[in-house]
């Protein structure tokens, strides 16, 4: 087998990635879990836990090919700024596992989907507004920006921070299709009060405002029941 150089694996890492987003976006979309459902609603239970299982195990090749071949350095913070950006990474990781405490993590993994037997295309968790939730649609997604973005750039680490970017911008709008869909009018609203990825100091939702929209959705909910 001839060794690949750092120069070709790039278009190899670049279609790694694309071929993860997609698969990602393919199997989370509510066209491919109509058709399982319609050919094989045995497996609708376990979906999302082997969707999650999928897309650890997927994401392995493309973080192995940046890490065996990472291309010339672009640039490297240097302190402070190296310091500054170390923080806010740190931060962002905080903020992501401060943040679960507002989600349904059995509803999240699947578990509880497979412990019940749900055979529901739709997700089951209610409308939900977490703190972070009051500034951006999609705080994961925001942090994941932080993240990627704060670190010293490789060749093959741009391809990867520029992908993901676009997979967050277009992927974020195909969640929210779902999410009108599962939440109706009170979604609607907080997309209309809330930005996507970045927070806008003119933009959020303050307490009492996240409450009353929050009591609506609940209202909804129940005279829909």
């Known amino acids: 087998m001839i060794p690949l150089s750092e120069a070709s694996t790039l278009p190899v890492i670049a279609a790694a990635w694309l071929t993860y987003f997609l698969l ?8 491919v879990k109509n058709a399982v459902a319609r050919h094989r609603s045995d497996w609708m239970p376990a979906y999302r836990l082997a969707f999650n299982l999928l897309a650890v195990l997927l994401i392995l090749p493309p973080l192995w ?31 992501f596992f401060w943040s679960l405490r507002y989600y349904d993590g059995s509803e999240f993994l699947g578990l509880r989907q497979l412990r019940s037997a749900e055979h529901s295309i739709l ?10 939730h009051r500034f951006v649609r999609h705080p994961w997604y925001s942090l994941g920006l932080i993240i990627i973005w704060s670190r010293d750039m490789t060749e ?13 911008i277009f992927g974020s709008r195909l969640e929210e299709a779902k999410l009108m869909r599962y939440h109706g009018e009170a ?23 996240s409450a009353r929209l929050l009591a609506s959705a609940r209202g909804s909910e129940h005279r829909s029941d």
């Open 65 to 95: 090919l940046i890490w065996r071949y990472p291309g010339a350095t672009l640039w490297q913070w240097m302190p402070p700024w190296s310091w500054l950006l170390d923080a806010a990474a740190l931060a962002a990781i905080g903020g």
């Open 24 to 31: 990602h976006s393919l199997l989370a979309s509510l066209r």
């Open 187 to 209: 979604y609607r609203r907080y997309r209309a009060a809330v930005p996507a990825l970045l927070p806008l100091p003119w933009r959020y939702l303050s307490g009492e405002e």
């Open 156 to 168: 093959a680490w741009l391809i990867t921070c520029v992908l993901a970017t676009l997979y967050f």
């Open 123 to 132: 997700d089951q968790e209610r409308f939900r507004i977490s703190p972070l």
